[in-house]
């Protein structure tokens, strides 16, 4: 069996991809933070349940 390549991503490259596609929706610089500070809190903040997944 082939060993398959696992990319390596960072959190930061998480919020910029997050920032760039908010940016397309959302004109006003400081509302694209908002929304991607909250999308970043509620993905660490919900992390309970895929933690029981991979258990």
């Known amino acids: ?13 998480l919020i910029v991809a ?6 397309q929706f959302i ?5 694209v ?3 991607v500070a909250f999308m970043v809190t509620h993905l660490l903040n919900s ?3 895929a933690s029981r997944r991979w258990q």
């Open 47 to 49: 992390s309970g349940a």
């Open 27 to 31: 004109r006003d610089e400081n509302e």
């Open 33 to 35: 933070c908002k929304v």
């Open 18 to 23: 997050l920032t760039d596609e908010t940016a």
């Open 1 to 13: 069996m082939e060993r398959q390549e696992i990319p390596e991503t960072t959190l930061g490259d």
